[in-house]
């Protein structure tokens, strides 16, 4: 049955089949340890302060106003929130952050405490960092009814010195970035690890953790004119941050599918995860094929072509004791199949097999250091015996390919003994 030509790999031999399979290998993970870029964090829940019967909402806030928030499951596909819940308040009018407890529950009443023309935004987080995402950024606004409202005050955290810049300098708080270009942010305080957290409104948020002092870069994949707020977080509690930032138009494009890290970055830590991979499956491949070599079975057993206890110079003591062996050893040894000669012999010697009655003089069979030389075959023409599967005639040696056939006997003329090993 003739194979289909869909599986030239079965009709490689055995170890150019373990190459390739290696080859193979090795490209699969060094193509999967390629870095993609951070995504977006998926909301586990989602959240809202809408006014009842107002729609659209209209983004302001009075002075001192309380707001309703309420929040739920509605859909979301991340991890499911476990309680208790916090807000975390971005502000244009100061570089910390505002954390907000809102209870176990599902819904939470606050009352802003901000001066007319600061702008904020609202984020949620469960207990264990799933985030709600984010609301839309608000401005606020002169009470309605009230001169002088009378707020609670909210308590600002300690502030985390970072050093900021992008690609034009110094980062300002209110600047535009250019889409696809770093912001780069070093922390000078606190703790590790540090949490970058980038927070678009009406928009799911990302991080970026980092367990040590060094700059945190982060290529800045937002469309054109999008807003956003950049925090940093210390391990200890301490919190800084800018915005509302935007992203510039005058910049390139090949950034903006949702990432967190620069494309430099991302590049290097692709590099890295490929040759990572690369060398564990070298290493792996490589002590697979030692052990299938090392305890695979024998597909052709070596094969003994004489007596264990032949030694050079000796030979046999009588005709029946040399017929004796070769008989019992002589297909092993000596078998040919089809057109092709004998079979080489393991052992490492040189035979020559004298012959006579009018066959070739000698038949060398080599294959190392040492010479054996063996006595010749005769025809007997004794009668079968009970034992004697050749019917009277000694089994013949095989010959040769293309060895002559003897010529028989002249007639009475006596049959030559045996020749002699000097």
Same mark, same amino acid.
């Given at each position: 049955?003739?194979?289909?030509?869909?599986?030239?790999?079965?009709?490689?031999?055995?170890?150019?089949?373990?190459?390739?399979?290696?080859? +193979?290998?090795?490209?699969?993970?060094?193509?999967?340890?390629?870095?993609?870029?951070?995504? +977006? +964090?998926? *909301?586990?829940?989602?959240?809202?302060?809408?006014?009842?019967?107002?729609? *659209?909402?209209?983004?302001?806030?009075?002075?001192?106003?309380?707001?309703?928030?309420?929040?739920?499951?509605?859909?979301?596909?991340?991890?499911?929130?476990?309680?208790?819940?916090?807000?975390?308040?971005?502000?244009?009018?100061?570089?910390?952050?505002?954390?907000?407890?809102?209870?176990?529950?599902?819904?939470?009443?606050?009352?802003?405490?901000?001066?007319?023309?600061?702008?904020?935004?609202?984020?949620?987080?469960?207990?264990?960092?799933?985030?709600?995402?984010?609301?839309?950024?608000?401005?606020?606004?002169?009470?309605?009814?009230?001169?002088?409202?009378?707020?609670?005050?909210?308590?600002?955290?300690?502030?985390?010195?970072?050093?900021?810049?992008?690609?034009?300098?110094?980062?300002?708080?209110?600047?535009?970035?250019?889409?696809?270009?770093?912001?780069?942010?070093?922390?000078?305080?606190?703790?590790?690890?540090?949490?970058?957290?980038?927070?678009?409104?009406?928009?799911?948020?990302?991080?970026?953790?980092?367990? !040590?002092?060094?700059?945190?870069?982060?290529?800045?994949?937002? *469309?054109?004119?999008?807003?956003?707020? +950049? !925090?940093?977080?210390?391990?200890?509690?301490?919190?800084?941050?800018?915005?509302?930032?935007?992203?510039?138009?005058?910049?390139?494009?090949?950034?903006?599918?949702?990432?967190?890290?620069?494309?430099?970055?991302?590049?290097?830590?692709?590099?890295?995860?490929?040759?990572?991979?690369?060398?564990?499956?070298?290493?792996?491949?490589?002590?697979?094929?030692?052990?299938?070599?090392?305890?695979?079975?024998?597909?052709?057993?070596?094969?003994?072509?004489?007596?264990?206890?032949?030694?050079?110079?000796?030979?046999?003591?009588?005709?029946?004791?040399?017929?004796?062996?070769?008989? !019992?050893? !002589?297909?092993?040894?000596?078998?040919?199949?089809?057109?092709?000669?004998?079979?080489?012999?393991?052992?490492?010697?040189?035979?020559?097999?004298?012959?006579?009655?009018?066959?070739?003089?000698?038949?060398?069979?080599?294959?190392?250091?040492?010479?054996?030389?063996?006595?010749?075959?005769?025809?007997?023409?004794?009668?079968?015996?009970?034992?004697?599967?050749?019917?009277?005639?000694?089994?013949?040696?095989?010959?040769?390919?293309?060895?002559?056939?003897?010529?028989?006997?002249?007639?009475?003329?006596?049959?030559?003994?045996?020749?002699?090993?000097?």
């Amino acid at each position: 049955m003739k194979l289909a030509p869909a599986f030239p790999f079965l009709f490689l031999p055995r170890l150019d089949r373990l190459t390739t399979a290696f080859c +193979l290998l090795v490209v699969l993970l060094a193509v999967s340890g390629r870095a993609e870029v951070v995504p +977006l +964090l998926e *909301p586990g829940f989602f959240f809202d302060y809408n006014i009842p019967g107002q729609s *659209p909402p209209v983004p302001i806030t009075e002075q001192c106003e309380t707001i309703h928030i309420k929040w739920g499951r509605q859909g979301a596909i991340g991890p499911n929130p476990v309680a208790p819940y916090s807000m975390v308040v971005y502000t244009s009018t100061f570089t910390t952050p505002f954390t907000i407890n809102a209870g176990n529950g599902l819904e939470f009443d606050w009352q802003v405490p901000f001066a007319p023309g600061t702008q904020y935004q609202i984020c949620m987080w469960d207990k264990n960092g799933v985030p709600g995402g984010c609301q839309a950024m608000y401005t606020m606004v002169k009470n309605s009814t009230v001169a002088q409202p009378i707020c609670k005050n909210v308590t600002l955290p300690v502030q985390l010195q970072v050093a900021a810049t992008d690609h034009t300098g110094p980062l300002s708080q209110f600047g535009f970035t250019d889409q696809c270009t770093d912001i780069k942010l070093t922390p000078k305080s606190g703790r590790p690890p540090y949490t970058l957290t980038v927070a678009p409104p009406l928009h799911p948020p990302f991080n970026i953790t980092s367990n !040590s002092m060094k700059t945190i870069d982060w290529t800045l994949s937002l *469309p054109w004119s999008y807003p956003f707020f +950049l !925090s940093l977080q210390s391990g200890d509690g301490q919190l800084w941050h800018f915005g509302p930032l935007h992203a510039g138009g005058f910049g390139p494009t090949d950034c903006l599918a949702p990432g967190t890290i620069s494309k430099s970055k991302a590049a290097t830590i692709a590099l890295g995860a490929g040759l990572g991979s690369a060398f564990g499956a070298g290493v792996f491949a490589a002590l697979t094929i030692f052990l299938y070599r090392r305890f695979r079975p024998e597909p052709h057993p070596p094969i003994d072509a004489f007596n264990s206890n032949w030694e050079a110079g000796s030979r046999p003591t009588s005709e029946s004791a040399f017929r004796s062996r070769l008989d !019992s050893q !002589s297909a092993a040894s000596w078998a040919t199949t089809g057109d092709s000669g004998p079979s080489r012999v393991s052992r490492g010697r040189t035979y020559v097999l004298h012959h006579d009655a009018g066959q070739a003089p000698i038949t060398v069979i080599t294959d190392a250091e040492e010479v054996v030389e063996l006595p010749p075959r005769y025809r007997m023409d004794s009668p079968a015996g009970p034992n004697d599967p050749s019917g009277g005639y000694q089994t013949r040696l095989p010959m040769r390919e293309k060895a002559q056939p003897p010529l028989p006997p002249v007639d009475e003329q006596p049959v030559a003994g045996p020749s002699r090993l000097s």
